[in-house]
């Protein structure tokens, strides 16, 4: 008690430095919000300047935006199934049927979190794509005419490959949630005869699921907001909200229809950063 | 240990394997050949060779190699200095303008890095901030983009610090000013060392927003492996990527010796 006496506040009431916070926020305001505020201010406002809603709602019927729109809901809830899924079964292993290494693969996992993510979608033309290892293979074994594997260029390769490049990011938590999981428990349920799949659901599944609710949610948003891997599979069928964005304003230099689906694709973002927020909160980070 | 019998554990493992196999080890092996591939019309390439190193070390990639390198170093040493600006200054704040404050910081995080890159092409292709076209406004991009990270990492360093320190040199009646640079920054520095190379590792693999801000001189990394294999050049394209995954692990195991050092 005597120690909370002359704790931290004396601190913070004597330093006058609250305006040293000025400096940063001011560039962050500069360079990021009034950015963001003008891309509002565009998608609102024809090129006379005049204000413009019949253009933002044309967007929102337009065909190719839906599309976009589809594409990139349907990709981002798949990829996140597929990275929950695959994040738990290697978490799984990793934390409670240890082999001589484990950690060392879990920290090169880790480190694909550094990497660029379109490096997968380029290994993964020459893995599957139609000239590939996996259909020359094929080809080669049954004699066929024509390459048999040819979900690469379709929404599912863009899934597989952001299962790969985002699962590390469920994987991360989970394996913190893990470490805190009581051996003993699992050691008692296992002496009381409860097969794996039982302590499994019972025992370690309760503990992993706020980990698995804020991974899940950052590949939500991380998915949502994915560039490169669209960009290099470069399949005509495959456009998301991102790619939309890139080739209205760069090929075809239509700035206010950008602004439109911009706009729509950060307030879709931003509600996914509250969730993962919310969720990280709740987890305790 | 979950599971005992044996014959069940060399199950599990195999599926551990496969799984890692297929999803991560085969990207990177897969990269590596081809990278050295000479033809490649089979199951395995027919012959190898280190001519697309050579190739693309000169001229255009070594170019595209330093650009990545300043863009990278620039960007990442202007966020760990705004980051930590604004992490120490946000702990003098009142605790909801603080909690307001780094919300803020973190939002570049969250947004789409195309939309960043419109942003900026919308916000300065006019006076008074004329930067379309100029190296500025690729460095700004990575620098938004990069910030939040920083930010974040240096403000969960300080979370972890002992407040102790700071209290014990400030009653020995250290200045602020010398409090912060001999006790807060010093004690810091495996933070501010770990958020760097995170920084540094995002740019030099940032594509979104620089494939629509990029003046034609200043072609990032990235950029020039996207249009290498786009013109059908896959090849060296994998080993464009080989060298950039290089760089940025290099740079990573050099970091983490680094803070590993000052840690101990």
């Given at each position: 008690?005597?120690?909370?006496?002359?704790?931290?506040?004396?601190?913070?009431?004597k330093?006058?430095?609250?305006?040293w916070?000025?400096?940063?926020?001011?560039?962050?305001?500069?360079?990021?919000?009034?950015?963001?505020?003008?891309?509002?201010?565009?998608?609102f406002?024809?090129?006379?300047?005049m204000?413009?809603?019949?253009?933002?709602?044309?967007v929102?019927?337009?065909?190719?935006?839906l599309?976009?729109?589809?594409?990139t809901?349907?990709?981002?809830?798949?990829?996140t199934?597929?990275?929950?899924?695959?994040?738990?079964?290697?978490g799984?292993?990793?934390?409670?049927?240890?082999?001589?290494?484990s950690?060392?693969?879990?920290?090169?996992?880790d480190?694909?979190?550094?990497l660029?993510?379109?490096?997968v979608t380029?290994?993964f033309?020459?893995?599957?794509?139609?000239?590939?290892?996996?259909?020359?293979?094929?080809?080669?074994?049954f004699?066929?005419q024509?390459?048999p594997?040819?979900?690469?260029?379709s929404?599912?390769?863009v899934v597989?490959?952001?299962?790969?490049?985002?699962?590390?990011?469920?994987?991360?938590?989970?394996?913190a949630?893990?470490s805190?999981?009581?051996?003993?428990?699992?050691?008692?349920?296992s002496?009381l005869?409860?097969?794996?799949?039982r302590?499994?659901?019972?025992?370690i599944?309760?503990?992993?699921?706020?980990?698995?609710?804020?991974?899940?949610?950052?590949?939500l948003?991380l998915?949502?907001?994915e560039?490169?891997?669209?960009?290099?599979?470069?399949?005509?069928?495959?456009?998301?909200?991102?790619?939309?964005?890139y080739s209205k304003a760069?090929?075809?230099?239509?700035?206010q229809v950008a602004?439109?689906?911009?706009?729509?694709?950060?307030?879709l973002s931003?509600?996914?950063?509250?969730?993962?927020?919310f969720?990280?909160?709740?987890l305790?980070? | 240990?979950?599971?005992w019998s044996?014959?069940?554990r060399?199950?599990?493992?195999?599926?551990?394997?496969?799984?890692?196999?297929?999803?991560?080890l085969a990207?990177?092996?897969?990269?590596?050949?081809s990278?050295?591939?000479?033809?490649?019309?089979g199951?395995?390439?027919?012959?190898?060779?280190?001519?697309?190193?050579?190739?693309?070390?000169?001229?255009?990639?070594?170019k595209?190699?330093?650009?990545?390198?300043?863009?990278?170093?620039?960007?990442?040493?202007?966020?760990l200095?705004?980051?930590?600006?604004?992490?120490?200054?946000?702990r003098?704040?009142d605790?909801t303008?603080?909690?307001?404050?780094?919300l803020?910081f973190?939002?570049?995080?969250?947004?789409?890095?195309?939309?960043?890159?419109?942003?900026?092409?919308?916000?300065f292709?006019?006076?008074p901030?004329?930067?379309n076209?100029t190296?500025a406004?690729?460095?700004?991009?990575h620098?938004?983009?990069?910030?939040a990270?920083?930010?974040?990492?240096v403000?969960?360093?300080?979370?972890r610090l002992?407040?102790?320190f700071?209290?014990?040199?400030?009653s020995?009646g250290?200045?602020?000013?010398?409090?912060l640079?001999?006790v807060?920054?010093?004690?810091?520095?495996?933070?501010?060392?770990a958020?760097?190379g995170?920084?540094?590792?995002?740019s030099?693999?940032?594509?979104?927003a620089?494939?629509?801000?990029?003046?034609p001189g200043?072609?990032?990394?990235?950029?020039s492996i996207?249009s290498?294999t786009?013109r059908?050049?896959?090849?060296?394209?994998?080993a464009?990527?080989?060298?950039?995954?290089?760089v940025?692990?290099?740079?990573?195991?050099?970091?983490?010796r680094?803070?590993?050092?000052?840690t101990?």
């Open positions: 008690m005597a120690d909370a006496a002359i704790l931290p506040a004396q601190i913070t009431r330093v006058p430095g609250r305006l916070i000025v400096p940063p926020a001011a560039l962050l305001a500069l360079l990021f919000f009034y950015p963001l505020v003008l891309i509002v201010q565009q998608a406002t024809d090129d006379s300047g204000a413009n809603v019949a253009e933002f709602v044309r929102l019927h337009a065909r190719f935006f599309n976009a729109l589809i594409n809901i349907t990709i981002s809830v798949a990829a199934a597929g990275c929950l899924i695959v994040g738990l079964v290697l799984l292993i990793l934390a409670f049927v240890p082999f001589p290494g950690g060392v693969i879990a920290r090169l996992i480190t694909f979190i550094a660029p993510t379109f490096l380029l290994a033309t020459f893995l599957y794509g139609s000239a590939g290892m996996l259909n020359a293979g094929l080809m080669e074994v004699s066929l024509a390459p594997v040819n979900f690469l260029y929404t599912w390769g597989l490959a952001e299962v790969t490049v985002y699962s590390p990011f469920v994987l991360r938590p989970l394996l949630a893990f805190l999981v009581d051996r003993g428990q699992i050691e008692a349920a002496v005869g409860a097969r794996p799949f302590i499994v659901r019972q025992v599944l309760p503990a992993a699921v706020p980990a698995l609710i804020a991974g899940g949610s950052l590949c948003l998915t949502v907001n560039f490169g891997i669209v960009l290099f599979i470069g399949a005509k069928g495959v456009i998301t909200l991102p790619l939309l964005i760069i090929q075809e230099s239509a700035y602004c439109i689906i911009a706009v729509i694709n950060i307030a931003l509600g996914l950063f509250g969730l993962y927020r969720a990280a909160g709740r305790g980070a | 240990m979950l599971v044996r014959p069940g060399m199950l599990i493992w195999t599926v551990f394997a496969l799984l890692f196999g297929v999803l991560f990207p990177l092996a897969v990269i590596l050949l990278s050295l591939a000479d033809q490649w019309n199951v395995l390439p027919s012959g190898l060779t280190v001519e697309h190193y050579s190739d693309v070390m000169q001229g255009a990639a070594w595209a190699m330093q650009a990545s390198l300043i863009t990278g170093c620039l960007a990442s040493a202007l966020a200095v705004s980051g930590t600006w604004a992490a120490l200054a946000l003098v704040q605790a303008l603080a909690r307001v404050l780094g803020l973190f939002i570049p995080s969250a947004v789409p890095s195309v939309s960043v890159g419109l942003g900026l092409l919308v916000a292709s006019h006076p901030l004329l930067l076209g190296i406004i690729v460095m700004i991009a620098f938004v983009l990069i910030s990270f920083t930010f974040g990492n403000s969960a360093g300080l979370a002992s407040p102790d700071e209290q014990v040199a400030s020995l250290a200045r602020p000013a010398y409090r640079w001999h807060t920054l010093p004690l810091l520095t495996p933070y501010l060392v958020a760097f995170l920084s540094f590792a995002l030099m693999g940032e594509l979104g620089t494939v629509m801000v990029y003046p200043w072609v990032t990394l990235p950029v996207f290498l786009d059908g050049d896959v090849f060296a394209g994998a464009l990527t080989m060298v950039l995954v290089a940025t692990l290099l740079l990573l195991l050099g970091l983490e680094l803070t590993g050092r000052q101990r």
